[in-house]
């Protein structure tokens, strides 16, 4: 993989874009939050405006979202705010359209481009999945600070990627610093996180490569965050942090040249977007 290491920027101060060559969705307005130099696996936020419409057709890449706000419809199946669903290459999910308008978090594995259907592996589709109502497990990692409850989404059959989302309590800090041995991905859809790199609000995003430290993490207000890992599924060693936790740490990101304007806190606020 060849995304640059981007911890932390507010998706915010990204600015829109019409041009991105996202065949899938023309007409709609972007903000790219990372991208594969090789592969154009991307991941974006969509802007899709009322009265936004596109015909059926099968994709080239496998495609995954998250709805923030609005509806957007797609073969006559209504994905409203947290709909989520994995489109696996070459399905055809059907015509598309956003009456009303509709913000969503996509996340495509390569350059995505309108084809015919093709076969595809029926245990990588999630049609619909209403984050709204799939029910917290707990007791995931046994180390793991008491306090929070995750959603999981879907997890890849044959790689172990996975999403989820995850919830945790208002007043809740870790001691220890965390690592992964696969890429962790985050926005952050509601709360405060007072973390290694900042305060993060709504709408944070970070791609964090393998095996680089982070943590710990607070919150005071709860919050909930989006999760996906690439390179397998999630594991966790903990370790000693390089700095003990604090409130309310100062603004230290790791950004990569496109993004370096983009950089900058965002005040407190309940926007997802």
Known sequence: ??????????????AWTRDEGLATAPGASVRVLSRDAETGAASVILRYPAGWTAPAAASSCDEEFLVLDGAIEIGGTRYGKLGFAHFPAGYDAGARSAPDGAVVLTFFDRTPARCAPRDYDKARLVTIQDAMNVPYTGNFHPEFPPGAGRKLLYTDPATKDT????????LRWAERAEIHPTVEEMYLLSGEVHG???????????????LVPHGPYGSLTGNLYFFRTKGGGLTTEYVEPERNFSWWPPYEPVLPPELDTARGETPPGPTWW
């Open 1 to 14: 993989m060849t995304r640059p290491w981007i911890e932390f920027v507010q998706s915010q101060k990204i």
């Open 163 to 170: 999403t989820w989302i995850l919830g945790t309590l208002p």
């Open 196 to 210: 290694n790199r900042g305060v993060m609000r709504p709408g944070a995003y970070f791609w964090r490569p393998a």
